[in-house]
């Protein structure tokens, strides 16, 4: 792995390592699944994105997506600058091996090996012991580092296993190879403050015999705290966070990486902490993945939904002329977007419609600044947003009243 950014980044304790599911997590939820054309331009999407780790399939699920996450490495496999491949592995040799062949092309590959570690996992799934259970973790991941100099390790289901037991396999993980390992809440159970008191407790346990291994958090969102979790992980020492982009994933997704990427900056001074992603790329990233999915962004979602900049209300608008400050905490443009956004609607003050109107050509002033007000109301009450066509129509419909008039 030598020269990977992950060599870099991990010197740096305040570097937070993004690792992308998206094409991984994101990809096996329903209605969210790509061709291989789309898994290729997702790819360089992201990597323009600056994610670190682009986890880019799960080359074991059948000989398609061995074949989609080699095209996905395809041209950058040789880029140094370029983010390291990772593949999903069940704990044993055949997905490994697959993994292998969907990633020998680069050196900068990643093996994830996952087992589950729960009570529920091991009795119900795997009819597996505990002692079972650690002597595969362990074995999987020796066997990984056959192939692999970066091998990451998953204990699925991690919140609700028991801490002890969890923290016994991850050291034996660490033991075995791992330089990566990861805590999924798998289930989306954690609550804030007990996923930090966790990574507390782990971070205890296995640091000082393996000082450089990264601790990663890996939450979903069924309670919708998945972005919530991992900032309390990050907060408890943690250094790389699994997300998707526009928090796709299974059932009611994953983190969602915009929000913990701008809840990191925006908040810098709370979490003294970097990525290397380039935020302003954020809404196009959003959009493709959209648009190859076929799934709108919902338009209140936070950074990235077109509400997300947009002010009607009056008091707000007011706001806004005078200092973006008063109902923003971060610019559009940070993000992708090209500025604020004014929706002229029924909740709108007069300023912003005498502004709006003067950009369209139409200087409202004295009675026809009230009549173009007044006509401006009774048409947002019928027909809620009032776009550039309509209130041009309301400014020469009112212009000719008042010539009538006069
Ligand atoms: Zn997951």
Do not use: W
């Not at 990977?4 to 990809?27: H, K, Y």
């Not at 650690?134 to 999987?140: D, F, G, Y």
């Not at 929706?343 to 709006?356: E, I, M, N």
């Not at 007044?374 to 020469?396: M, Q, V």
């Amino acid at each position: 792995m030598t020269g990977s950014i992950i060599d870099r980044v991990a010197t740096d304790p305040n570097r937070v390592i993004v690792f992308d599911t998206t094409m991984r997590d994101g990809e096996q939820a329903p209605g969210f699944s790509m061709s291989p054309d789309d898994k290729v331009r997702m790819g360089r999407a992201l990597k323009a994105l600056g994610v670190d780790v682009m986890e880019a399939g799960f080359a074991a699920a059948s000989p398609g997506d061995e074949d989609c996450i080699r095209a996905v490495v395809g041209e950058m496999a040789e880029d140094d600058s370029g983010p390291v491949f990772c593949s999903l592995s069940r704990a044993i040799e055949g997905d490994i091996d697959a993994s292998y062949r969907a990633l020998r092309g680069t050196k900068r590959r990643r093996c994830h090996v996952f087992i589950g570690t729960s009570p529920i996992h091991r009795a119900a799934k795997l009819r597996m012991t505990p002692d079972q259970v650690l002597a595969q973790a362990v074995r999987s991941v020796a066997y990984a580092r056959t192939h692999f100099h970066d091998v990451e390790f998953s204990a699925e289901d991690a919140i609700r296993t028991e801490p002890q037991f969890l923290a016994e396999v991850l050291e034996a993980a660490a033991g075995a190879g791992a330089s990566t390992l990861n805590v999924p809440d798998t289930v989306g159970y954690a609550t804030p403050d007990e996923i930090a008191s966790l990574y507390r407790f782990l971070i205890a346990q296995i640091r000082p015999n393996f000082p450089n291994v990264i601790f990663s958090t890996h939450c979903h969102n069924d309670l919708g705290l998945a972005v919530a979790n991992s900032l309390s992980a990050i907060e408890a020492g943690v250094r790389q966070v699994e997300s998707t982009v526009n928090g796709i994933g299974e059932r009611a997704g994953n983190a969602a990486l915009e929000e913990v990427v701008m809840a990191l900056r925006v908040r810098a001074e709370r979490y003294g902490v970097t990525t290397g992603i380039d935020t302003t790329k954020l809404l196009e990233t959003s959009r493709m993945l959209s648009e190859v999915t076929h799934s709108p962004i919902v338009r209140n979602k936070a950074i990235v939904g077109i509400n997300a900049f947009a002010h009607e209300a009056g008091i707000h608008q007011h706001g806004m002329y005078a200092d973006a400050r008063t109902y923003e905490i971060m610019r559009p443009e940070d993000v992708g977007f090209s500025g604020s956004f004014f929706v002229l609607g029924k909740h709108s003050g007069r300023t912003a419609v005498q502004k709006r109107a003067e950009v369209l050509g139409y200087p409202l002033i004295g009675d026809h600044l009230n009549d173009a007000f007044a006509a401006f109301k009774t048409r947002a009450d019928e027909i809620g947003e009032i776009d550039d066509a309509e209130l041009i129509a309301i400014c020469t419909a009112t212009q000719r009243d008042a010539h009538v008039a006069a």
